[in-house]
């Protein structure tokens, strides 16, 4: 088993099938094997790519959108967004590093709001993912709208259980109409989260009870 392969997950920002050419951006985070693997490398480096899985997409019919995760999600979020009508109400919550983080991503093309609707940008500056999940907080005051809403939550495991127990405890939102799961797990491999995720699935139903 030591010599398999070792596999991350990872979403495909943009395809360019004519182009022979996909578009992954990688978060490079100090540990692991895909973080410092991004930072090092190389034209001409190898990967093995298995997939495409997924199937999310926002529902069209949903009266208003919430998009929130960090760095992780940011390249899903922002497939999502451009696949959201400007005329639905939409709040989009992303958590990064600092203000350096943030201007790069705001300089990089692809992350644009349906109808230049605002970011809320949120700043770990050297905090622990765990410690607080500011995406929580900065959901709370939120003033959503009536109607059906969608919404998309994902990024640190912890902090996706937080709120989608908020979600739909406290604000009311069917559970069919969240997308939230964890997509890493703090002091976890992604070997560590996969076995822990039916764990993880458990619990979270038990929030809902
Ligand atoms: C459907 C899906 C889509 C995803 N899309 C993306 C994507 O587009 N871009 C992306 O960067 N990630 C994405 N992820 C998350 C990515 O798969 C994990 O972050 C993965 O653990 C990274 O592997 P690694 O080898 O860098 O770190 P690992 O070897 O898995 O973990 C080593 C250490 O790093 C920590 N760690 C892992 N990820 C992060 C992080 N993001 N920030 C801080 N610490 C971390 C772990 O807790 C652990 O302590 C996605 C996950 C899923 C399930």
Redesign the pocket.
């Given at each position: 088993k030591s010599e398999w392969h070792r596999q991350?997950?990872?979403?495909v920002?943009d395809a360019d099938p004519a182009g022979g050419t996909i578009t992954?951006?990688?978060?490079t985070?100090?540990?692991?094997?895909?973080?410092?693997?991004a930072r090092n490398a190389r034209p001409g480096d190898l990967v093995q790519l298995v997939g495409p899985?997924?199937a999310y997409s926002p529902d069209p019919d949903a009266d208003w959108h919430l998009l929130a995760g960090?760095?992780?999600?940011?390249?899903?979020i922002s497939v999502a967004l451009s696949r959201i009508s400007p005329d639905r109400k939409t709040f989009v919550i992303l958590e990064v590093e600092d203000e350096a983080d943030q201007a790069d991503l705001e300089s990089a093309s692809g992350l644009s709001t349906p109808a230049g609707q605002p970011i809320i940008w949120l700043h770990r500056k050297g905090d622990e993912?765990t410690a607080q999940p500011r995406i929580l907080e900065a959901i709370k005051p939120l003033d959503l709208p009536d109607g059906r809403g969608h919404a998309f939550v994902?990024g640190?495991a912890g902090m996706v259980r937080e709120v989608r127990r908020h979600l739909v405890n406290e604000r009311g939102m069917d559970v069919l109409d969240l997308s939230a799961?964890?997509?890493?797990?703090?002091?976890?491999?992604?070997?560590?989260?996969r076995e822990d995720k039916p764990e993880w699935k458990r619990l979270a139903e038990e929030d809902l009870a």
């Open positions: 991350r997950t990872y979403t920002r992954i951006d990688l978060v985070h100090g540990s692991g094997l895909a973080g410092p693997w899985g997924g960090d760095d992780a999600a940011i390249p899903a993912h994902h640190e799961t964890g997509y890493w797990k703090f002091r976890r491999t992604e070997e560590g989260w």
